[in-house]
């Protein structure tokens, strides 16, 4: 696995990361939308390929593009970030499982993105219908919390931590960790409003300080069902998916012959001290053959 020079995924002590494997099978997706959550990564011209033109939502979309394209770290930011593709020629539900997601989750660092599938039901080819979730082992745990909002708030100045407050009554901050990302903001420099509003299902941290004095920040695994999530299902960093766990709100299953969108959500709300907050991370969606 290629490392990134960064404060984020990274435990001193403790690394143990998947070698880097190339996808039997790929897929050809299209980028619809790209709307991160402010962090570490976002703006960053160093490591995440960010060049400084990303100042229109058009703009931010081809760059999501280009990553995925070339199958490099897309950074989805902190809770509530998230990238909607479309794939070409859709992906069937066939026996077993239909696609995989590669990230750059191992052992002691796993940031899980939840997964939402679609159907083109209208035919007009936007993703504009139904999303269901792709259960996974925390889906409808009572840790879950089930509809969580958070606005985050642009800072009034460079180099400040990004304000956020919940619909819970929380707040918080995504801090700016200039000595490993020294760009001005951590708020998309497209995103042209004071303040935006993210939504979803918000999984309960694993993380922790397995030092005690705020050196060795862990992320452990979720069991199953996430992007970017170390598990046992995971292999080289590739988690897969199948439609048929595809579930409505009120979480009855619900049957789907095939998808034609995905979207990737990063599921959870925390900072890790000097390695920053837990961010989602996707460089590619592999469609699995089983025929």
């Known amino acids: 696995m290629t490392m990134v020079a960064s404060s984020c995924n990274i435990d001193e002590v403790t690394i143990t990361p998947f070698p880097e494997q190339e996808p039997e099978t790929s897929s050809i997706v299209t980028v619809y939308d790209y709307t991160p959550a402010p962090g570490q990564f976002i703006g960053d011209t160093k490591t995440m390929g960010f060049d400084g ?11 999501a ?3 995925l394209d070339n199958k490099q770290l897309l950074p989805l930011g902190a809770f509530g970030g998230y990238v909607v593709v479309g794939i070409e020629g859709g992906i069937t539900n066939r026996e077993g499982d239909d696609f995989a997601i590669l990230g750059n989750a191992f052992d002691g660092s796993s940031e899980p993105g939840i997964v939402w599938v679609m159907r083109d039901e209208n035919g007009n080819a936007e993703p504009d219908d139904t ?8 889906s409808f745990s009572d840790d879950t919390i089930q509809h969580y909002e958070v606005t985050y708030y642009r800072p009034e100045a460079e180099n400040m931590d990004v304000e956020w407050e919940d619909n819970l009554g929380g707040k918080g901050v995504v801090e700016h960790l200039a000595s490993f990302h020294n760009q001005a903001y951590y708020y998309p420099t497209w995103i042209a409003e004071e303040s935006y509003t993210l939504v ?10 397995k030092s005690g004095n705020g050196t060795q920040w862990v992320n452990p695994a979720f069991e199953w069902g996430y992007a970017d999530n170390a598990s046992a299902e995971c292999e080289a960093g590739e988690n897969r998916f199948d439609i048929a766990r ?3 709100t009120s979480g009855e299953s619900v049957a789907l012959e095939s998808v034609d969108f995905v979207k990737v959500q990063c599921a959870i709300q925390q900072q890790c ?8 991370e996707i460089k590619s969606i592999i469609i699995i053959d089983n025929e």
């Open 200 to 209: 979803g299902k918000c999984l309960k941290s694993k993380s922790y300080d």
């Open 246 to 248: 595809a579930v409505a």
């Open 131 to 138: 999303w269901y979730e792709l259960e996974g082992s925390e």
């Open 53 to 63: 033109t990303e100042t229109t939502r058009e703009a931010a979309i081809a760059y």
């Open 273 to 280: 001290g000097w390695i920053g907050e837990v961010s989602t």
């Open 65 to 67: 593009q280009r990553r």
